[in-house]
């Protein structure tokens, strides 16, 4: 007799090791450490006080689908990470959360310019974030990475762009650009890609999710992303038939999938903010099924109320992804992180690949998942 299987999908997604790139630290703090701080330091514009309803307060704004909107909650959390010691709680809690989400390796981002209301230097905002995820590690055993974002509407993007190089030694992987992107392309901060790039060092930019193709394609070829944060506007260089089914790639679609190029898929911060106007409409699907180099993540967990466990959970059933499929994309993930090869392969051929065969020999029907 066929034994009912004793674990839940959404149970197995949790315990299955995971890479996320593509999260904002200031879009994911706990609710009870906003209102916490917020004391701490009178910050009294908070909505409510009550940890369940502030967090429904942020997914309701969240949820209007435009980004200028969906941008407007960071104005409560980046207004309590203004102290040494609230960013480096922050960002050691962000990793505790990573852990109990199964999520073996994290790139987090955050860009300090918004840090300084008290007075802080930039050097000393990266140091105290580096320092909490840092003991997150220790305790934890999650892997991390720090991605310091310049921000488009900005003109110091190359100043964010020196500091991350500064920090390559400590942590630090990567710059992006981030940010409202209508009416601030990519290419009007050349002088920061031309930087990292001259440095050898890792480029992501936030792309295609409220603005078009075009901005894709600044990113790739006049600004040398090594990633693209969402590139969910990528369908309008594709050509699908009546079912969703990819007929014809468009040039740039097609350099995509030939250069390998990550695209840091998020589901349902793409339909907070109106970039898919609802889940079943994302190229998200399409695009695995063609072999680009996708995966997924989670954006802000705090404003989309998610976590890394529910947005695979949201894609198995939604497109009917499986466990096979999980392992993969995460795969592309890891392979598309910012740390050294080796540690990729460190990764992929001891965490992840061990850890999907080990829930593999827990299942007793895979067929039921
Ligand atoms: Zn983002």
Redesign the pocket.
């Known amino acids: 007799m066929k034994k009912k299987n004793p674990m839940k999908k959404e149970e197995i997604i949790q315990k299955a090791p995971k890479v996320l790139l593509?999260?904002?630290l200031d879009?994911g703090l706990r609710t009870s450490t906003i209102i916490e701080l917020a004391k701490e330091i009178k910050y009294n514009k908070l909505p409510t006080n009550d940890p369940a309803e502030l967090a429904e307060w942020f997914f309701r704004g969240a949820n209007k689908g435009n980004l200028v909107e969906y941008l407007q909650g960071f104005e409560h959390t980046i207004a309590v990470m203004q102290t040494k010691e609230a960013l480096e709680r922050i960002a050691f809690e962000m990793m505790e959360d990573m852990y109990l989400d199964g999520v073996c390796y994290v790139e987090t981002?955050f860009s300090p310019v918004f840090h300084q209301s008290k007075g802080l230097y930039y050097e000393d905002i990266v140091k105290a974030v580096l320092s909490g995820l840092q003991k997150g590690k220790e305790k934890f055993g999650v892997g991390y990475g720090l991605i310091i974002c310049g921000m488009r509407n900005m003109k110091n993007t190359l100043e964010m762009a020196e500091i991350a190089v500064n920090f390559r030694k400590n942590g630090v992987v990567g710059f992006?650009l981030?940010g409202e992107e209508g009416g601030y392309p990519p290419k009007k901060h050349l002088d920061a890609f031309q930087f990292i790039k001259r440095e050898n060092f890792n480029i992501t930019i936030?792309a295609g999710?409220a603005f078009g193709k075009e901005s894709i394609w600044q990113a790739i070829q006049l600004c040398g992303a090594h990633r693209i944060?969402?590139a969910t506007r990528l369908r309008e260089d594709i050509v699908y038939d009546s079912n969703g089914k990819i007929v014809a790639l468009g040039e740039l679609a097609q350099y995509i999938l030939d250069t390998r190029m990550p695209l840091?898929i998020?589901l349902l911060?793409n339909v907070h903010t109106g970039a898919v106007d609802k889940l079943e409409n994302h190229p998200f699907i399409s695009l695995y099924r063609e072999k680009f180099r996708v995966f997924l993540?989670t954006?802000?967990r705090l404003m989309s109320n998610t976590t890394l466990t529910n947005e695979y959970l949201t894609a198995s059933d939604i497109f009917g992804i499986n466990l096979d499929d999980i392992e993969k994309l995460n795969i592309n993930a890891m392979k598309s992180s910012f740390i050294p090869y080796k540690e990729r392969l460190h990764y992929i051929y001891n965490v992840i690949k061990p850890g999907y065969q080990k829930i593999r020999e827990q299942l007793l029907s895979l067929k039921e998942f």
């Open positions: 593509h999260d904002h879009g981002r992006d981030a936030h999710e944060g969402h840091e998020n911060s993540n954006d802000d």
